[in-house]
């Protein structure tokens, strides 16, 4: 089944190409082959290599492999031009969260921030680090 | 989900992650995910739902501080 209708590709096609640096898609998988047990009808983490495979062939900008650990999995981590920046979504990215990885990708891809110029003076005077987690469900 | 992307981008100090909830139930059992989003800071719930970029940035940020 695809994971994409024509349309939908099409947008993901234009919108990645102007992605103005390689972006890189890292899965991490757990121990655990599925599927699993019980209602679990869906191979969460061969269904998330599937659709970064899906979003990579999209773009010769845009690459993926299976490879990192994570504590939670299935994980993808997004890493503009290769680099750890600590940007990932746990768990399978479907539904509607798909769209929170593809604005990801979108993001990771740019040179410059997004932001308004205000919140990234804001952000420049955090002198600690800070962790983000963001509880989402796919619709 | 994208803000909190957009701002571990921009700030090296910062790091995002998305976390499925209902795939990891436990976890959103201890974060008290009742409606998402749920936005958690240093593992500490703060607020559920989308806000303003102005506003994300201030309750991020105060968060930190506060």
């Known amino acids: ?139 | 989900m994208l803000l909190a992307y957009k701002a571990a981008l921009a700030s090296p100090r910062i790091r995002a992650g998305a976390i499925e909830a209902s795939e990891f139930p436990r976890l959103a059992d201890e974060m008290e995910v009742w409606a998402v989003p749920r936005i958690v800071v240093d593992g500490v719930p703060q607020w559920d739902g989308s806000v303003p970029e102005p506003v994300f940035i201030q309750r991020i940020l105060s968060a930190t501080f506060g």
Do not use: N
């Open chain 1, 1 to 139: 089944m695809a994971i994409f209708r024509p349309e939908e590709e099409a947008k993901i096609r234009d919108l990645f190409g102007r992605l103005e640096r390689p972006v890189e898609l890292v899965v991490a998988l757990g121990p655990e082959e599925t599927p699993g047990h019980g209602a679990r009808d869906v191979d969460f983490g061969a269904e998330t290599v599937r659709i970064v495979e899906e979003l990579s062939s999209l773009s010769d900008k845009v690459s993926h492999r299976v490879g990192a650990e994570a504590d939670r999995y299935p994980a993808v981590f997004i890493r503009p031009e290769g680099e750890e920046v600590g940007v990932r979504y746990d768990g399978l990215p479907w539904g509607y969260e798909l769209g929170s990885l593809i604005g990801g990708v979108i993001e990771a891809g740019r040179r410059e921030s997004s932001l308004r110029p205000e919140s990234l003076e804001a952000l420049a005077q955090l002198d600690r680090d800070l962790a983000v987690d963001v509880f989402v469900t796919p619709t």
